[in-house]
Every structure is written in structure tokens, then in C-alpha cells.
């Protein structure tokens, strides 16, 4: 627990390093780029196939007459948006945390290992094309949950519980392999995981809870879709940052766990070779 809250501290320290903060608008950037281009090409079309498909639905075409009978059917208009709007938080967040995987962990590792472990030698145990075939497993298992997980978005409690544990697992996944790829050997790795695994799980639910925060942006944007266009840069920045923070805090605890780890193992060494010595 020590440990967990120590590591807590020193990642949100480190998220205000001039590093960390320039890192962070680098796949604010290119995602900004991507999803202002695919809005500004496909928008109009995605929307009037969307409306389409929900004017095909009898249900949908009930609520929209009831709602017509309530003076709001302003409110038919608004409903096609908003809903590809919450279809792509799930792309956005997946891409979010790939994107801080791939282009800001291994910097961040390699500033918490120079300031804080600068002795914790590198034994290369996973190479970067383990390291992102690693990342895209754990992604499709993760969309995979997903999906098979909606129905119990519809149950209000659940809606709060469910999403939140996926995007933790997959960020536990990733994040704890990349904060090891360069240090731990594949053993050492494979020993940290299983040793500290309920901590480090702990570490990615809390960061999955944390990554829901810039649902309060997407609520406005579904409510003011007009507005979409600043409020992506503004949500897809806030995801970057909550996964910095995250990558910050698996490299923090998992380097601290790695260095025990390898002095436990040079204690049990030597006692062994002193017993060797002593028969």
C-alpha cells in the first residue's frame, strides 16, 4: 500500500515536468488532425446514414412522434449526432491510450528511470514489436468485452462499474508491460506481475475511473454538437493526460517493485552461495 500511494504522489508530481507536458500535445496533435479530418469528410454522411437507421426502427419512430406531441421535436435533430458522438468515445479512448503507449511511455520511463533509478540496469526484455503486438492483443480482447458488455450499459449502476473496469484492465495491461519493456527481462516481468498484480490492477481500474472524467465533455458535446469541434481537441487532451498520468504511475510503482525485486534476489543468491561456502 506503500508503495501504491507513494508511486500515486510521484506521478502527479512528474505529470508537471516541462517534458511530460510537451509530450502530452503530441498525440493531441495527430488525433486532433485525424478526427477534425474524418469529421469534416464523413459527418454529414455518417449522420444521414445514422438517421436513416433509426428512422427504420418502429421504436425510434414512436419516441420521435411523442416527442413531437411534447413541442420538442427540435430534440429528433439532435439525436443522430449525439449518438455518433457516444460511439466514438470508445475509438477515441482505445486510440487515446495506444497513442500514450507507443509515443510518450517509453520517454516517461526513461525520465523516472534517469531520475529516480539510475542504477536499475536495462536487461531489454520485451523489444518495441512485442511491446506493441502485446498492446493490440490486449485491445481486441478489450473491444471484445466491450461489445459484449452494452446490453449492461443500459442498466444505470452497471453503466458506472462496467466500462470503467475494461478500460482499467486494458490500461493495467499495457501500461505495467511498456513501464517494464526496457528494465525487467521476461522473467523478472512475468515474477512482477504475478507478485504485484492486484496492485498494479488496482492502478489501471483507478486510471479507468479517472479516464471517465471527460465523459462531462462529451455529455456537452452530445448536448451542443455545434461545439464538437472544440470539444474533441479538449476531450482527446484529457484522455492524453489522465493516460500520461497513468504510464507515470505503472513506471513508478513497477520500477520500485523491480528494484526489490532483483535485491531480494541478490540477498537469496548470496545466502545461498555463503551456505554452498560454509558445507
Same mark, same amino acid.
Given at each position: 500500500?506503500?508503495?501504491?500511494?507513494?508511486?500515486?504522489?510521484?506521478?502527479?508530481?512528474?505529470?508537471?515536468?516541462?517534458?511530460?507536458?510537451?509530450?502530452? %500535445?503530441? $498525440?493531441?496533435? /495527430?488525433?486532433?488532425? +485525424?478526427?477534425?479530418?474524418?469529421? @469534416? %469528410?464523413?459527418?454529414?454522411?455518417? /449522420?444521414? *446514414?445514422?438517421?436513416?437507421?433509426?428512422?427504420?426502427?418502429?421504436?425510434?419512430?414512436?419516441?420521435?412522434?411523442?416527442?413531437?406531441?411534447?413541442?420538442?421535436?427540435?430534440?429528433?435533430?439532435?439525436?443522430? $449526432?449525439?449518438?455518433?458522438? %457516444?460511439?466514438? #468515445?470508445?475509438?477515441?479512448?482505445?486510440?487515446?491510450?495506444?497513442?500514450? =503507449?507507443?509515443?510518450?511511455?517509453?520517454?516517461?520511463?526513461?525520465? +523516472?528511470?534517469?531520475?529516480?533509478?539510475?542504477?536499475?540496469?536495462?536487461?531489454?526484455?520485451?523489444?518495441?514489436?512485442?511491446?506493441? *503486438?502485446?498492446?493490440?492483443?490486449?485491445?481486441?480482447?478489450?473491444?471484445?468485452?466491450?461489445?459484449?458488455?452494452?446490453?449492461?450499459?443500459?442498466?444505470?449502476?452497471?453503466?458506472?462499474?462496467?466500462? $470503467?473496469?475494461?478500460?482499467?484492465?486494458?490500461?493495467?495491461?499495457?501500461?505495467? @508491460?511498456?513501464?517494464?519493456?526496457?528494465?525487467?527481462?521476461?522473467?523478472?516481468?512475468?515474477?512482477? %506481475?504475478?507478485?504485484?498484480?492486484?496492485?498494479?490492477?488496482? /492502478?489501471?481500474? *483507478?486510471?479507468?475511473?479517472?479516464?471517465?472524467?471527460?465523459?462531462?465533455?462529451? =455529455?456537452?458535446?452530445?448536448?451542443?454538437?455545434?461545439?464538437?469541434?472544440?470539444?474533441?481537441? #479538449?476531450?482527446?487532451?484529457? @484522455?492524453?493526460? +489522465?493516460?500520461?498520468?497513468?504510464? *507515470?504511475?505503472?513506471?513508478?510503482?513497477?520500477?520500485?517493485?523491480?528494484?526489490?525485486?532483483?535485491?531480494?534476489?541478490?540477498? =537469496?543468491?548470496? =545466502?545461498?552461495?555463503?551456505?554452498?561456502?560454509?558445507?
Amino acid at each position: 500500500m506503500n508503495r501504491l500511494i507513494d508511486s500515486f504522489w510521484r506521478a502527479t508530481l512528474y505529470c508537471l515536468h516541462p517534458r511530460v507536458i510537451s509530450l502530452s %500535445f503530441l $498525440p493531441l496533435v /495527430i488525433m486532433a488532425v +485525424v478526427s477534425l479530418g474524418l469529421g @469534416y %469528410f464523413y459527418w454529414n454522411d455518417a /449522420i444521414d *446514414l445514422l438517421r436513416a437507421q433509426l428512422d427504420s426502427y418502429q421504436l425510434v419512430g414512436s419516441m420521435t412522434e411523442w416527442l413531437g406531441g411534447l413541442g420538442l421535436s427540435d430534440l429528433r435533430l439532435v439525436m443522430a $449526432p449525439a449518438l455518433l458522438l %457516444f460511439m466514438a #468515445i470508445p475509438v477515441i479512448v482505445i486510440v487515446s491510450l495506444l497513442f500514450v =503507449a507507443l509515443l510518450m511511455t517509453p520517454t516517461m520511463v526513461a525520465l +523516472v528511470a534517469e531520475r529516480r533509478f539510475p542504477l536499475l540496469q536495462r536487461r531489454q526484455g520485451a523489444s518495441f514489436w512485442a511491446s506493441l *503486438l502485446w498492446s493490440l492483443a490486449s485491445t481486441l480482447m478489450a473491444c471484445l468485452a466491450l461489445l459484449l458488455s452494452l446490453p449492461l450499459w443500459l442498466i444505470p449502476p452497471l453503466v458506472l462499474v462496467v466500462p $470503467p473496469l475494461i478500460w482499467g484492465w486494458l490500461t493495467y495491461r499495457v501500461m505495467a @508491460y511498456d513501464a517494464l519493456a526496457e528494465h525487467a527481462s521476461a522473467e523478472e516481468r512475468e515474477q512482477v %506481475f504475478k507478485t504485484h498484480r492486484i496492485p498494479l490492477l488496482c /492502478i489501471g481500474v *483507478l486510471s479507468g475511473y479517472l479516464g471517465a472524467a471527460p465523459s462531462l465533455i462529451w =455529455a456537452s458535446g452530445a448536448m451542443f454538437v455545434a461545439m464538437a469541434p472544440i470539444l474533441v481537441p #479538449i476531450a482527446i487532451w484529457i @484522455y492524453t493526460l +489522465v493516460f500520461a498520468f497513468s504510464s *507515470l504511475w505503472f513506471a513508478h510503482y513497477a520500477l520500485s517493485a523491480l528494484q526489490q525485486l532483483r535485491a531480494q534476489n541478490a540477498t =537469496a543468491t548470496a =545466502a545461498e552461495n555463503f551456505n554452498r561456502l560454509s558445507n
